[in-house]
């Protein structure tokens, strides 16, 4: 079992610009949570997705959004990016209504 | 509102000495509290949960309703336990899949 498995491992991109954050859970899990990591800082929980819907939001901006696919994958998606949003994205699996347990190793955003 | 607080970002114990990682939570209802842990180019992943009760790598951790406290402790430190250590909690007013987590203690062990 490969775990949770997130790509790209390091993404470098220019203010203004858009970014897409891959996920893939742990198999048998239905539930997909993202999370930035400031430097620095603990993880902060931005959306997670279940039955390809958001089913809960952090405190993130609309330019935050995301996507799961049917074999529960997840795209992380973020629009006109800021230099604040460098930080490292964590993508966590789980069943419905539990804790997530399992983190993916995560992608290193920066902007410039 | 729902907050972890972990007073110490750095601390520093030298190997075989006992070490305490400070963790105090604010939460409405009644949370579950976890320790998670980072090694050196490692994932995140849970270290312990409170309701498990388990002892994991020689690390406890007992929650204190009374003080909203989660120390975790370890009696004889080793220098593989020099890792990012982070508690977290959820609970039923936040959804348990949403966790939230304090900023993070980093354990230094002096050989």
């Known amino acids: 079992d490969a775990g949770v498995t997130q790509s790209p491992t390091h993404l470098i991109k220019t203010r203004g610009q858009q970014v897409t954050l891959r996920c893939s859970p742990k198999?048998?899990?239905?539930?997909v949570s993202w999370y930035q990591q400031a430097l620095g800082q603990g993880p902060q929980f931005i959306f997670q997705?279940?039955?390809?819907?958001?089913?809960q939001r952090g405190n993130f901006p609309d330019r935050f959004s995301g996507h799961q696919f049917p074999n529960y994958s997840s795209e992380l998606n973020v629009n006109a990016l800021l230099l604040g949003d460098s930080a490292l994205y964590l993508c966590?699996?789980?069943?419905?209504?539990?804790?997530?347990?399992?983190f993916g190793n995560g992608t290193r955003l920066t902007v410039t | 509102a729902q907050r972890v607080t972990q007073p110490e970002k750095l601390l520093s114990v030298f190997k075989g000495a006992p070490v305490e990682l400070k963790c105090n939570y604010s939460?409405?209802?009644?949370?579950?509290l976890f320790w998670y842990v980072q090694y050196s180019r490692q994932r995140l992943q849970l270290l312990l949960r409170?309701?498990s009760r388990e002892s994991i790598k020689g690390f406890t951790a007992d929650l204190n309703k009374g003080e909203t406290s989660f120390h975790l402790k370890k009696p004889f430190a080793q220098e593989e336990d020099s890792a990012m250590y982070y508690c977290a909690l959820s609970g039923a007013e936040t959804s348990y899949d949403k966790v939230i987590f304090g900023p993070g203690t980093s354990l230094s062990v002096i050989p």
């Open positions: 966590a699996s789980s069943l419905v209504g539990e804790s997530p347990l399992h």
């Open positions: 409170h309701i």
């Open positions: 997705y279940y039955e390809e819907e958001e089913r």
């Open positions: 198999s048998g899990h239905d539930t």
């Open positions: 939460y409405s209802g009644s949370p579950e």
